[in-house]
């Protein structure tokens, strides 16, 4: 099998598919973390000036969405198919309140009535935090395993199977720590009454993050073992839950100084060492079958071809700093407080 | 119903709504670059209003595109699990090539195209737009050579068995240039081109029929009427190319379009017609033998018939792809007959005295994307029973996992929410021409957050 630098190319191509969805994580949760706390806003123009600030880079944000996505058909097949066809229903509705969110952002601001825009903004609103505890649930279902059969075909339910207990504690944890995210990104954008309610309201949300956090993972040493084998085994990979613990007590520190930038930077390291943690423990299965150990599909058994992996690794070394540079350029174009004006949302 | 069923009703139903919005990116993008070009050469600021104008309107089409189009990455792994299990390797590399090439450049120029009017100066702006319209014709290239390998497969072999067996590539440029994908991207971008083109022809006859912006207008049309000539007479022979290719990588789709069933005999080229398939016969106008002359320049040849292949290696909906098809065609000579009328006119110098042409034009609009959608209807249908031509049958690509009730479920779903989706669209299309082509206040003082508000429109 040919490497590059020792890696094997599935495993290379399970880094990329990381590197994306962490990426995605980072940036749509932010959006997702500021929709969720949207009915909190009690006045018309708090909630204008928060749904501003994400106004300009949201779309931008999906477009990971579909990237990642991609990366996932492409280098690992059998995957995309298991996965996606099992969870058809979660899917189905991600992709309902995806785009019934992005009509929401629309819509709001077309007609100036005041039940017209409460409206929407429940709808974004509510949108934002189940879009939020979805992802979760997806995540906490890869955690856990799913019922993966003969033919690595899902033979479990198709809504509630999913609706596990942890499920909805992973999809919980998930849906606070967007909110701690989108919370501090708020702070970088806004001033006056409704920034002073956001330092209020990050509290809230860090202790809402901490206690689910800890639950979570109590429940994860106790119930699922396997989820902490590769660390028993290699005490050296004890260093990535420390440093995701260091960065999530660093956020509490930091926003207490209002440093937010930098606040803001470790609640996206503390995404990326919760996902690489979620890595670790996986590697090299990607889904774990409940009913069998031979049916788990794995980066081996679900990787394209040698000479295609190859291809797309050619692709990716030379268009990830293009699409790096793009978002910064977007991120400085836009950078600094709302101002609204009429042409805002 | 069966999962097979609602999951083919689905697909195409996300997929024809999808398909209205990507062509006409593609389409203005060109616009967009001819308009900014002339404003460049000749300074006229006309020209920049104009470009401004529909950068406005592709921003809200390039929007929805974007978010239609995630569905589509979804539902192959949702509904078409076998299926994407067998071509993923080969489509990887397609599909990662346009995420990192055309995407990237699409989404990196669109930034500046929207926002950097008074940021950039006017060249670099002019690069901008050609990004974002280069970028958007490589994503059609992608998806196109994509679907051309199902209907023609290249550079590929077979590993593994039964249930698990898949398509590996071997040879990527074989893959990329397999027999139909070249003359089936440039009827794509024709297609594309001819949806743009008479968008902008039906805005700027409308305003010219009421008599707004008559003199922006006069010049656009004449743009516009100057593309729809060029890509309606062109695409005469990107179809024959296509045509052609089908008659001899896809016979049995070929004589379905044509409802052809004799095995080897002279094949007659219909103007219209209905196909009765258990009699056999077409009922309705034809040029005898004109199918046997426009492939074989010889009316008497023989052209393989629908009875050369056995029932399951044929398409059942014979009608139904015959009917595509011809509507398809019929629409292509409309819009070539329009452009010929509009430019006779233009060249009597009486052409925006023709109230009842404007008329015309404004409902013009409509026919492109039929035409488009038509077109591909036919395609896919022909293709039938196979999902992968020869290899993998649609009905053996499914999802095991997946119950009809489940798609069922995503199907209502989906109607309801496009429907809110196309409404959204209309209101605000109908808002952006009510309001017209000036703006520049707009623009100008508060270039950040106007540019993005009118690209999220997804």
Request: proline fraction near 3%; charge should be neutral; hydrophobic fraction near 50%.
């Amino acid at each position: 099998m040919q490497t590059i630098l020792g890696l094997d190319y599935p495993t290379l191509w399970f880094l990329v598919v990381g590197g994306l969805f962490s990426g995605y994580v980072i940036l749509d949760g932010f959006d997702f973390g500021a929709g969720a706390w949207h009915l909190f806003f009690k006045k018309e123009e708090s909630r204008r000036i928060a749904l501003n600030a994400i106004g300009p880079v949201w779309d931008g944000n999906e477009v990971w969405l579909v990237i990642g996505g991609g990366a996932l058909f492409a280098g690992f097949p059998l995957l995309y198919a298991s996965m996606f066809s099992a969870m058809y229903i979660p899917f189905m509705l991600f992709l309902l309140f995806i785009i019934f969110r992005a009509v929401s952002i629309e819509f709001r601001s077309k007609e100036p009535m005041a039940w017209w825009r409460s409206a929407w903004d429940w709808a974004y609103s509510i949108s934002s935090i189940t879009l939020s505890l979805l992802l979760g649930i997806v995540l906490g279902n890869v955690l856990q395993g799913i019922e993966i059969g003969e033919d690595f075909t899902y033979q479990g339910g198709a809504l509630f199977d999913f609706l596990n207990p942890y499920a909805l504690m992973v999809g919980v944890t998930t849906l606070t720590l967007f909110m701690v995210h989108g919370a501090i990104y708020l702070l970088l954008k806004t001033e006056g009454r409704l920034y002073v309610k956001l330092i209020f309201l990050l509290k809230k949300g860090m202790i809402f993050f901490m206690v689910s956090f800890a639950i979570t993972t109590l429940y994860t040493l106790l119930y699922i073992p396997h989820l902490s084998d590769t660390f028993s085994n290699h005490p050296a990979m004890f260093v990535i839950p420390l440093l995701a613990f260091l960065s999530i007590a660093n956020i509490p520190r930091l926003a207490k100084k209002k440093k937010y930038n930098y606040a803001f930077l470790f609640s996206s390291l503390t995404m990326s060492f919760l996902l690489i943690m979620v890595a670790i423990e996986l590697y090299p299965v990607l889904l774990l079958s409940t009913v069998d150990p031979v049916h788990n599909i794995t980066i081996y058994n679900a990787a394209a071809s040698q000479k295609s992996l190859g291809i797309m690794l050619l692709f990716s070394a030379i268009g990830t700093p293009l699409v790096i540079g793009y978002t910064i350029f977007v991120y400085r174009t836009f950078r600094g407080k709302v101002k609204l004006d009429e042409t805002s949302y | 119903m069966d999962v097979e069923i609602l999951s083919r009703i689905q697909f195409a139903f996300t997929i024809a709504f999808h398909y209205i919005y990507p062509p006409l990116s593609i389409g203005l993008g060109l616009i967009m670059v001819i308009f900014e070009s002339l404003y460049i050469r000749t300074g006229n600021k006309e020209y920049e209003t104009l470009a401004k104008f529909w950068t406005r309107i592709f921003a809200l089409t390039f929007g929805i595109g974007v978010a239609t189009g995630i569905v589509m990455e979804f539902e192959f792994g949702t509904n078409w699990a076998t299926y994407s299990r067998y071509v993923g390797d080969v489509f990887g590399s397609a599909l990662a090539a346009e995420g990192i090439f055309a995407f990237a450049l699409e989404s990196g120029f669109l930034g500046v195209l929207l926002f950097g009017w008074n940021r950039v100066k006017p060249w670099v702006h002019l690069v901008a737009t050609c990004g974002v319209f280069f970028g958007s014709m490589f994503s059609a290239v992608w998806i196109v050579i994509a679907n051309s390998w199902q209907q023609t497969p290249a550079g590929y072999h077979i590993v593994g068995e039964g249930l698990m067996a898949r398509a590996e590539i071997t040879d990527f440029w074989a893959m990329v240039f397999n027999p139909s994908s070249m003359e089936r991207l440039s009827h794509v971008w024709l297609g594309a081109f001819l949806s743009g083109a008479f968008l902008v022809l039906s805005v700027h006859a409308y305003y010219l029929i009421k008599g707004r912006y008559t003199e922006i207008s006069k010049k656009a049309f004449k743009i516009a009427l100057v593309v729809a000539l060029v890509f309606s007479l062109g695409q005469l022979f990107t179809g024959h190319k296509s045509a052609d290719g089908v008659a001899h990588n896809q016979p049995a789709k070929l004589a379905a379009l044509e409802g052809h069933f004799e095995k080897e005999a002279p094949a007659d080229m219909y103007i219209f017609g209905w196909v009765d398939k258990e009699s056999e016969s077409v009922t309705g106008l034809s040029i005898p033998g004109g199918l046997s002359f426009l492939l074989h320049q010889d009316f008497e040849a023989p052209v393989t018939g629908l009875n050369a292949f056995p029932e399951d290696e044929r398409p059942s909906q014979v009608n139904a792809v015959f009917q595509f098809y011809h509507l398809m065609v019929a629409i292509g000579m409309a819009l070539i007959a329009l452009s010929l009328l509009g430019a006779f006119y233009w060249w009597r110098g009486i052409l925006f005295d023709q109230k009842w042409l404007m008329g015309l034009f404004v409902f013009a609009t409509l026919l492109p994307q039929i035409a488009n959608q038509a077109g591909w209807f036919a395609a896919e249908m022909g293709r039938q029973p196979w999902v992968v031509y020869g290899l993998l049958k649609t009905s053996d690509a499914l999802s095991k996992s997946v119950t009809a009730n489940q798609v069922l479920f995503s199907l209502i779903m989906f109607f309801f929410i496009y429907l809110l989706l196309f409404v959204l669209f209309i209101y605000l299309l109908n808002k952006k021409i009510k309001h017209g082509p000036y703006d520049e206040s707009e623009i100008e003082d508060h270039p950040n957050q106007q540019g993005m508000a009118e690209a999220l429109t997804n």
